[in-house]
């Protein structure tokens, strides 16, 4: 059976590292216990095993595409769609008053990735329903709740965020997609929204988009951003469906996740497009956010499954090939030997340890988001703010590190494979294009790194780093407690205080009112940071596999936690010490990139 | 309609299968366990279907200690109505049969179910013993079931052909493939297993009359020989020669 993820690791995390049974002691998830979240996921795997997995590439090779002004999609679509509407998984995160299961988004988070991993064209479709969804059962009013959610919930209905404009992707302070009030309460919608993921196809008897628009005469910029509801259909009072005038004018043909139809869509081009604000007047953009920050974990969970996808396939390849023989001891190599299988080969040893390290703590970073999630909004009363704090900080992180790490952990495993991994006979190839996307939608890897030295680590005096930080002190403090460990501990001690003088140093730029200067190369800062995170990960999680080696309390095989230890020192030799690189960077004087104090450059 | 089915706990498939203790006890560090495929796939779902069709309810019994709650409460969650743990280590098939036979006696099922074997020990036995001791008919490897009022029509996959049996409730039957689907739980169901009742039950005084004294592994060395699909008298003279299997 084709391998795209490690069941023991996913075990590993929620209940060793997130103790996800103790979630169970909220009011919240109460009707849950640790059983229930295992079925659950092997539930999960068994489907993604039996009807996921099989059809990757065949979803790959009968791309989404536009006939005759509809958008034709792999029937699987529709079969899935149906599936986790009546299994209930499409809001299982959502309050029982709305049809929810109330699943902690920990789980949900692990779920989600098995099903990621197994094919990553299919869930886009159900997530963004949910997405959807959740904003509407957060801002809409009553009757609007009542009017889409259901059928969404059931997957009978899809749901898109609509965001994207020709000349408005990163910036969508400059969207220009204009509502019109009516007098009853309604308006009336002009524009054009491009690159919408599940925007149209058959498989679903209404599209509930959520969009973003400008009322009439609003304020310039995102003060004046409104959120409404477009149905592609409108619901009549009987409940029989009609046109709302959303004309699907594309479909986007990509190198990548192309079972994923990505839309072109023309509001109100015959002027009867109807739509009902979400929300407050001009709050469009903070409310979307919502929608915005669950859709960047999901991104980055997406990425981290693909790039898990992509290491179990290239492991069992390594275990089979064989090429070529050893170097024996004086440099010799014997000829008249059996070729090895180049799972023996020291380069090729490096290339898949590479793709572990970034995968597994990926999982337990992703995890981990998902698990503030939750103490944020349903913990004790007195932690919420920081959980909530900390989620704000890794989010972009979350996001990127996964889309950009996993983009090269994908590319060392299509190198294990040698030529191979470049023809199609081999999934490797297509797992390379399928990541590609990650690091540019939801936010690029520039707009997120933005976000992450420009808001997130100055929010509220820094105090989430604070509370970063102190969560590294605890886990170099516990690993400390291992004599074998302490040398790890302390390269992390380290780098963490080198990551706190970069950010002062970056933030006398601030200071000074160079604002331009202090953001210019936030991606390097995103670069540090997100390793040393990564590296924070693989301490907590080397120190839980040695706490279960010596207490002999193990839960899962001696060798695995072996390993757990391994990978850790693998991360530490291998990939921790780049941040030397991203400091010497950051602290250099030279300033290289700002248009105006390098007008020779590009010119 | 009142079904009965017997479930064991097995190793996942993929399992690292290891000995200790001089090679007479399986090696459980670090083995992931699962309801035994024959049990959930065909038992359970086809005596599932049964009782949607016709009414009725299907109760799970296990024979085994506290950590088997899990695999239980699988079968909970794909739609058993409730379940009962004989509170004992399993230690043989007839061990096992007895104290469900104890079990069922009172409570007068129409129908007990086994799956045709357990993936791990593959010993076949349970079933027929349940119905010896409780005097029932017993169709073994029953690959098809179909029930009208109180007679069942079963098939069975026998060398060269299918044999067809009739016969009138109550009976013990172990079920092959074919019988039924797999049936993954959803969200609603695992939710739901927790609240349906797991009765602990006692275990009856009974004794094993065997024991393990090895368990031997399959010799490791034997290595695989690709042959060019075109070259047919290689195969045969390896056949011959080296596999002396012609
Ligand atoms: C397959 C796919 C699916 C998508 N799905 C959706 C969807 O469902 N809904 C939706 O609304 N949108 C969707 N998008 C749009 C996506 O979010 C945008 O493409 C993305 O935000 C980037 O916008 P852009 O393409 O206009 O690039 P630009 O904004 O033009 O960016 C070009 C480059 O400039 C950089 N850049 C831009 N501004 C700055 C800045 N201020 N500082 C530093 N660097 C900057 C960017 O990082 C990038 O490298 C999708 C896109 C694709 C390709």
Known sequence: MAAYTDMEHIRFVLHEMLQASTLCEFERYKDYD?????????????????????????????PAHYKD????????????????????????TFDYEHGGMQLP?????????????ANNALPGYTGLTQGAADLLVTYASPELIEKYVPKMMKGEWGGTMCLTEPQAGSSLSDITTTAYPQEDGSYKIKGQKIFISGGDHEYADNIVHLLIGRIEGAPAGTKGISLFVVPKKRINEDGSLESNDVITAGDFQKMGQRGYCTTHLVFGENDDCRAWLVGAENRGLKNMFQMMNGARIDVGLTAASVASAAYHASLQYAKERPQGRRIQAGGVKNTNQEQTTIINHPDVRRMLHLQEAVTEACISLLLTASNYQDRAHFGPEEERQKYHELLELITPIAKTYPSEMGRVSVSNGLQVLGGYGFCQDFPLEQYYRDIRIMALYEGTTGIQSLDLLGRKVIMNNGSAMKHLTKEFISTIKEATSFDDLKPYAEQLKSASKELASTTQHLLTFAMQGDHERYIADATVYMEMMSNIVIAWQWLKMATIAKTALVSGNTIQSTSFYERKVHTMKFYFKYELPKIAACKHTLHSEDNLTIPEANQVAFS | MKILVCVSKTPETTANINFTNNNTEFDTNGVSFIMNPYDEWYALVRALELTEANGGSVTIVNVGPSINDAVIKKGLAIGAKDAVRIDAEPTSA?????????????????????????????GSLVGGMIAELLDLPYISYASSMELAGSTATLQREIEGGT??????????????????????????????????????????AAQSNEKVVEFKEVPKDRAIKMINPEDMAELVRLLHEEAKAI
């Not at chain 2, 049969?97 to 074997?117: H, P």
């Not at chain 2, 169901?189 to 009856?204: Q, R």
Request: glycine content about 6%; hydrophobic content about 40%.
């Open chain 1, 69 to 92: 002004g509809k958008i034709i999609v792999h029937p699987a679509v529709g079969k899935f769609m149906k599936y986790c509407g009546e299994n209930g998984s499409i809001g299982s």
């Open chain 1, 34 to 62: 640790k059983e229930a979240f295992d079925i659950l996921i092997d539930s999960t795997k068994d489907y993604a095993d039996k009807f996921m997995y099989p059809l990757l590439k065949e979803m790959d090779e009968q």
């Open chain 1, 105 to 117: 988004h920990t789980v949900y988070s692990a779920v989600s990735h098995i099903v990621q991993a």
């Open chain 2, 94 to 122: 007839l061990f096992v049969a007895k104290q469900i036979a104890a079990y069922a006696k009172s409570e007068a099922y129409d129908i007990i179910f086994t799956g045709k074997e357990s993936i791990d020990y593959n």
């Open chain 2, 163 to 204: 044999e067809v049996v009739q016969l009138d409730t109550p009976f013990v039957v172990s079920a092959a493939k074919g019988m039924a689907e797999q049936r993954i739980p959803n969200m609603r169901g695992i939710m739901m297993a927790k609240k349906k009742p797991l009765n602990v039950a006692t275990a009856e």
